[in-house]
């Protein structure tokens, strides 16, 4: 069986692993397995050419999304993926249970994994076509990734201040939402969120009963009912409590579509509109849907891997 390894050697966790290591144990299990330094969307277009039967992937959430969203836009069939989290947040390999595992236990267990389909959304905008395998969201979530820019080196100070202009700056952003009910929903969201995965970002845990192969996606709204409240609500957030406060919404949908006021919007961590893209201003709509099972995680059975 052929592998491929990809091992963003920038993650936070990449010291604790060498591609040596983890290509030594594929070996050992008899994966015809090679690895390809990628520095680049282009570079790993290029390692993801022909990637085989199994695609390991060793880094963050943002290493898997680009893995996912480049066999994804391949025509032909998108090969498993093996995850081992070296970031500092893991909301993907978090979900699929892999807490607890070291990198050489999730390694040497792909020889009986287990298979678990993992859902991804994708949101059809101005953009044109994004997938998305944490969530989209419109408001104060956004506003505070576009502060604070997670792919620039990080940094306590900018945290704090990304934080403190999001809540002091921010509005509720008026939203209707199509796709709920027969009748459009008309909401002043502080946060709309539609999730796949339980925690998203820095480990928010914005809604713990989403589940990336359950083949829906959670819709997450906070609506904006004062400044009083905004403090409020982040408490919640920050306790991981946001589900008991009165003006949350949530349930879950399989597609919608959301006309807001064209401020900035986040899937995962990429924030549209970016640097190198027009400002856009004016009332804007996006289209989301799940795609069940659009890939397949390996992860270790409880008899293949000590943990």
Known sequence: MRATLIHNGLAGGAKHVTPEVILEALHGLGFDAEYHVTH?????????????????VAGGDGTVRAVACTILNRPDKAPALALIPLGTSNNIARSMGLTGYSPLDIARSLSTPRRIPFDVGLARGPWGERLFLESFGIGML?????????????????????????TLLRHAVPCQIEGLSETPLNADCLILEVVNTPTISNGVRLAPEASPSSGVLQ???????????????????AAGQLERRKNVISQPVTHLRIVWDGTPVHLDAEIWPSEDTAPRFGES???????????EIWVPTSDSAVK
């Open 40 to 56: 680049s969307e282009k570079d790993l277009a290029t390692a993801l050419e022909h990637p085989g039967d199994l695609v390991v």
């Open 142 to 166: 956004a506003d505070l990734l576009d502060r604070y820019d997670p792919d620039a080196p990080k940094s306590v100070l900018r945290g704090v201040a990304a934080i403190t202009g999001a």
């Open 219 to 237: 819709l997450v709204i906070v609506e904006g009912i004062g400044a009083g409240s905004v403090a409020a609500d982040l408490v919640a957030l």
């Open 285 to 295: 709509a996006v289209e989301i849907e799940v795609r069940p099972g659009a890939l």
